[in-house]
Nanobody
Framework: QVQLVESGGGLVQAGGSLRLSCAAS????????MAWFRQAPGKEREFVAR????????YYADSAKGRFTISRGDAKNTVFLQMNSLSPEDTAVYFC???????????WGQGTQVTVSS
């Protein structure tokens, strides 16, 4: 079992930045990859960014490329999402997720709200 807790969300002006954090606990040795998803009101959940836990592979949604960076923290069992050049279209609840294998996002955090004002 893996537990995930997100933090760092909040209200920012358009063009600003936020860094989201995800702290994992439990059987973290079973994690293959960690990723960020987001869901805006009235829209389906969408993938944002992924990082292979034990490697260097990263992948970003087109909407995140060039603006967002996913990284593993120096602290044990943490992952970050650095978000720059935010726009109101980025407003959503952001979820951290852990995968036990490719595409197998078994574990989810509770989400953290990101609101970008114009």
């Amino acid at each position: 079992q893996v537990q995930l807790v997100e933090s760092g969300g909040g209200l920012v002006q358009a063009g600003g930045s936020l860094r989201l954090s995800c702290a994992a606990s439990g059987r973290t040795s079973s994690i293959y990859a960690m990723a960020w998803f987001r869901q805006a009101p009235g829209k389906e959940r969408e993938f944002v960014a992924r990082r292979i836990w034990s490697g260097i592979g990263t992948y970003y949604a087109d909407s995140a490329k060039g603006r967002f960076t996913i990284s593993r923290g120096d602290a044990k069992n943490t992952v970050f999402l650095q978000m720059n050049s935010l726009s109101p279209e980025d407003t959503a609840v952001y979820f951290c997720s852990a995968a036990r294998g490719p595409g197998a996002y078994t574990y989810w955090g509770q989400g953290t709200q990101v609101t970008v004002s114009s």
